[in-house]
Structures are given as structure tokens and as C-alpha cells.
T-cell receptor
Framework: SAVISQKPSRDICQRGTSLTIQCQVD?????MFWYRQQPGQSLTLIAT?????????ESGFVIDKFPISRPNLTFSTLTVSNMSPEDSSIYLC?????????????FGQGTRLTVV | AQKVTQAQTEISVVEKEDVTLDCVYE???????LFWYKQPPSGELVFLIR??????QNEISGRYSWNFQKSTSSFNFTITASQVVDSAVYFC???????????FGGGTRLMVKP
């Protein structure tokens, strides 16, 4: 199994500022995933972060708005840049273990962001 | 198209009632993994179950049970004798290709009233 530590757990930010969310995993993983959950909505994948290469962004998400770092196999950050109230969401990081019948998906505790 | 559909956006029951949450998926892949997660008001995702596409055995865990039917592409979740603490949003999700990301359904908000 994997233990994921995500911080901050919540923050209230002023519009126009940026927030960096950190995700630390207790073991090495190849891929890390960042999701956004807008109020009352489901989870939407923002990007996949692989160590040693640039993150792969899903449609509707761009690197300038959501830059991601992946300096090693246990750590990643997601920055929400130039925030507006529409960015108020829960942001979650996730990892997968296994490529066979024992595939598991683990999530961080989430970062609840409010932009005012 | 590959997607997960949870047609019930919100369900309200009275405590001790049984309730079934529906999940229907679409995929062309023969190997995939199905998940159910619970999200209480605190926001974290709580893992409930994982089922592989080649294992159609249904599963029971206490008051929870899951019915996986490949013939109808469904993976339904039943809570027996519901309790107030079961109130949460429940998500069904899939990994369509080994090593790929999760695709989530829209979620079902379950409210259990005393």
C-alpha cells in the first residue's frame, strides 16, 4: 500500500495569487495524478506527472495555469496560478500501484482551496 | 467511448433501509478495474472495493455488497440496513488500461435520515 501526505489540507487565498500544493508518497511510484473536484462535482483529471519528463495535461488544463513539478519518484507539486474564485475546489493527488489484478489507487487527503 | 455513469445524483433514505447505488460503464477494453469510493463531508476519498474485469464474483463486506455484471456493464453497490454515518457521496470509477488514470462517475449523494 501507499501512504500519501498532501498539504496544505485547506487554504483561503486572494484572487490573483498562487498556491503550491505538495504531495509526498512513502514509496517510489512512476506516475502521479492530480485531480480537481469543483463544488458538487465529480473528480476531473488535471494532469499526469511522470518523473523526469513534463507533465501530460488533460483537455482544458494548461501548464501556465497549473504548473507541475516532479523532482523525484516520491514527490510532486501542483501550483494553481493567478487564482480566481472559479479555482475554488478540492485538489487531490493520486498514485497507482501495480499493473495487474492487484492494481490499487491511493489518494491524498485533498486540499480544499477557497479563492476570495 | 469510455465512461462511467452514475444515474442517481442524489438518494435519500431513512435509517435501516437498504439502498442500491447504480454504476454503469462503457469500455472497449477487455481488462479493466472497477472501484467504489466514499467521500464524506471532510473531503477525503475512502477506498471501498476494487474488482477486476476477469473476476465476476460478487462480494459482501459487512453491510456492503457489490454486484458486478459484465453482461450489463454494471457494478452496483448495496448498503444493507443503512446508517446515518453512511451519508456521503459515493463514486464509482474505472481504470481502463493498466497503468492509466481513474475515470470517475458523477457520484451519488446518499443522505440517510434518522
Amino acid at each position: 500500500s501507499a501512504v500519501i501526505s498532501q498539504k496544505p489540507s485547506r487554504d483561503i487565498c486572494q484572487r490573483g495569487t498562487s498556491l503550491t500544493i505538495q504531495c509526498q508518497v512513502d514509496s517510489q511510484v512512476t506516475m502521479m495524478f492530480w485531480y480537481r473536484q469543483q463544488p458538487g462535482q465529480s473528480l476531473t483529471l488535471i494532469a499526469t506527472a511522470n518523473q523526469g519528463s513534463e507533465a501530460t495535461y488533460e483537455s482544458g488544463f494548461v501548464i501556465d495555469k497549473f504548473p507541475i513539478s516532479r523532482p523525484n519518484l516520491t514527490f510532486s507539486t501542483l501550483t494553481v496560478s493567478n487564482m480566481s474564485p472559479e479555482d475554488s475546489s478540492i485538489y487531490l493527488c493520486s498514485v497507482l500501484y501495480g499493473l495487474d489484478r492487484y492494481t490499487e489507487a491511493f489518494f491524498g487527503q485533498g486540499t480544499r482551496l477557497t479563492v476570495v | 467511448a469510455q465512461k462511467v455513469t452514475q444515474a442517481q445524483t442524489e438518494i435519500s433514505v431513512v435509517e435501516k433501509e437498504d439502498v442500491t447505488l447504480d454504476c454503469v460503464y462503457e469500455t472497449r477494453d477487455t481488462t479493466y478495474y472497477l472501484f467504489w469510493y466514499k467521500q464524506p463531508p471532510s473531503g477525503e476519498l475512502v477506498f471501498l472495493i476494487r474488482r477486476n474485469s476477469f473476476d465476476e464474483q460478487n462480494e459482501i463486506s459487512g453491510r456492503y455488497s457489490w454486484n458486478f455484471q459484465k453482461s450489463t456493464s454494471s457494478f452496483n453497490f448495496t448498503i444493507t440496513a443503512s446508517q446515518v454515518v453512511d451519508s456521503a457521496v459515493y463514486f464509482c470509477a474505472l481504470i481502463f488500461n493498466a497503468g492509466n488514470m481513474l475515470t470517475f462517475g458523477g457520484g451519488t449523494r446518499l443522505m440517510v435520515k434518522p
